[in-house]
């Protein structure tokens, strides 16, 4: 299967700063990547569609400003999570599509907010 | 009422047994059905992959599909303590903009 590379697998920071998440296809392009976030014992929540060279496209109730995503080339997408609050601790997956319908995910990234 | 449901489990076999997992869906739009597997704090993996009604095997793994009654299954024969995990269905509507749907979860143990 397509290998798909997040960056960090965890990370710990202060309330009030910024973490960003890296999310890199290696052996294939993704014009597409996706967001998730999961909570203990939940399902995969989708919180944005990330679009190389355009603007994201953010799931409802998802805010803008507090998840940035940025899609700069056809292998990387980042998620920034702006003056991070410990609600915001939780487990975030990216994952892309070499072609087709199948989706291909990340190693994840446990972000902890003290 | 979900448009995937899956039972969360938690769903305790012996080492060597057959695990049987299931989902149901409401939307008949769905094409394709994927099973995904994701260990504690790792990414899903995904195991099968599936468009039609009918079987598919792949190794230990049997996905089976039944459009008509919207229902689709993931069997695992001769199940070994490397199998505990959650599983995750998955379907897909192309009309939704090929985003995946998943089901919740369900959490397998199997006992040595």
């Known amino acids: 299967g397509a290998v798909v590379s997040q960056h960090p697998s965890r990370v710990i920071c202060k309330s009030g700063t910024s973490v960003k998440i890296e999310c890199r296809s290696l052996?294939?392009?993704?014009?597409?990547m996706f967001w998730y976030r999961q909570f203990p014992k939940q399902s995969l929540m989708l919180m944005a569609t990330s679009n190389e060279g355009s603007k994201a496209t953010y799931e409802q109730g998802v805010e803008k400003d507090k998840f940035l995503i940025n899609h700069a080339s056809l292998t990387l997408s980042t998620l920034t999570v702006t003056s991070a609050h410990p609600e915001d601790s939780s487990f975030y997956i990216c994952s892309a599509k070499p072609g087709g319908v199948k989706l291909f995910f990340g190693s994840g990234t446990q972000l902890s907010v003290l | 009422q979900k448009e995937v449901e899956q039972d969360p489990g938690p769903l305790s076999v012996p080492e060597g047994a057959i695990v049987s997992l299931n989902c149901t869906y409401s939307n008949s739009a769905f094409q394709y059905f994927m099973w995904y597997r994701q260990y504690s704090r790792k990414g899903p993996e995904l195991l099968m992959y599936?468009?039609?009604?009918g079987n598919k095997e792949d190794g230990r793994f049997t996905a089976q599909v039944d459009k008509s009654s919207k229902y689709i299954s993931l069997f695992i024969r001769d199940s070994q303590p490397s199998d505990s995990a959650t599983y995750l269905c998955a379907m897909n509507d192309k009309a939704a903009g090929n985003k995946l749907t998943f089901g919740g979860g369900t959490r397998v143990l199997v006992k040595p």
């Open positions: 599936t468009y039609s009604s």
């Open positions: 052996d294939f392009q993704a014009t597409t």
